[in-house]
T-cell receptor, first 115, second 114 residues
Framework: GAGVSQSPRYKVAKRGQDVALRCDPISGHVSLFWYQQALGQGPEFLTYFQNEAQLDKSGLPSDRFFAERPEGSVSTLKIQRTQQEDSAVYLC?????????????FGPGTRLTVT | QKEVEQNSGPLSVPEGAIASLNCTYSDRGSQSFFWYRQYSGKSPELIMSIYSNGDKEDGRFTAQLNKASQYVSLLIRDSQPSDSATYLCAVNRTPGGSARQLTFGSGTQLTVLP
């Protein structure tokens, strides 16, 4: 596909369950970002990969959040022991290297609801 | 003080008018500035990027940047009902080099009235 894809689009989890969210970036895009968007707010940065290297994970809210991109393409965001405050839309964005490399293109997001 | 501030709105303009959206940022080291449009229930869509002081025009959209005042704006000319959405201002703080994360404002909700 031409754009960033994410799956699942919707996820309902019971509190305490583990979830895994997948992101498939635009082919050839080196950098990949995860953001969390609460209702009525702008996206907030979670973590950033350049190829397979996780260069910044300063936005992950707790050690229950873990992200990986083992082969430098598809990425997975895992949330362990989900809590109600984890309910949000999780957005993945990718960007190529080179100027202007700062333009980020978002996937459709995964809406996570923790009950 | 939030790093990127926007008026939350809602901002209502009549069809055909100019919509003016404003954004201020706190980090003087910010280098790159973006406007994203987000329809309800959808993901952000990049509509404008601006990197240097002045105006940048693309169709009905004009982005304006004033680094001295730490101010970015987006003008939408000949507003259409299809422009009704939330507009997010985003700032990248990394000078040069590789891409880094964006810091977003909370967004301004725009409604264009037919």
């Amino acid at each position: 596909g031409a754009g960033v894809s994410q799956s699942p689009r919707y996820k309902v989890a019971k509190r305490g369950q583990d979830v895994a969210l997948r992101c498939d970036p635009i082919s050839g895009h080196v950098s990949l970002f995860w953001y969390q968007q609460a209702l009525g707010q702008g996206p907030e940065f979670l973590t950033y990969f350049q190829n397979e290297a996780q260069l910044d994970k300063s936005g992950l809210p707790s050690d229950r959040f873990f992200a990986e991109r083992p082969e430098g393409s598809v990425s997975t965001l895992k949330i362990q022991r989900t809590q109600q405050e984890d309910s949000a839309v999780y957005l993945c964005a990718s960007t190529p290297e080179g100027v202007p490399s700062y333009e980020q293109y978002f996937g459709p997001g995964t809406r996570l609801t923790v009950t | 003080q939030k790093e990127v501030e926007q008026n939350s709105g809602p901002l209502s303009v009549p069809e055909g008018a100019i919509a003016s959206l404003n954004c201020t940022y706190s980090d003087r080291g910010s280098q790159s500035f973006f406007w994203y449009r987000q329809y309800s229930g959808k993901s952000p869509e990049l509509i404008m990027s601006i990197y240097s002081n002045g105006d940048k025009e693309d169709g009905r959209f004009t982005a304006q940047l004033n680094k001295a005042s730490q101010y970015v704006s987006l003008l939408i000319r000949d507003s259409q009902p299809s422009d009704s959405a939330t507009y997010l201002c985003a700032v990248n703080r990394t000078p040069g080099g590789s891409a880094r994360q964006l810091t977003f404002g909370s967004g301004t909700q725009l409604t264009v009235l037919p």
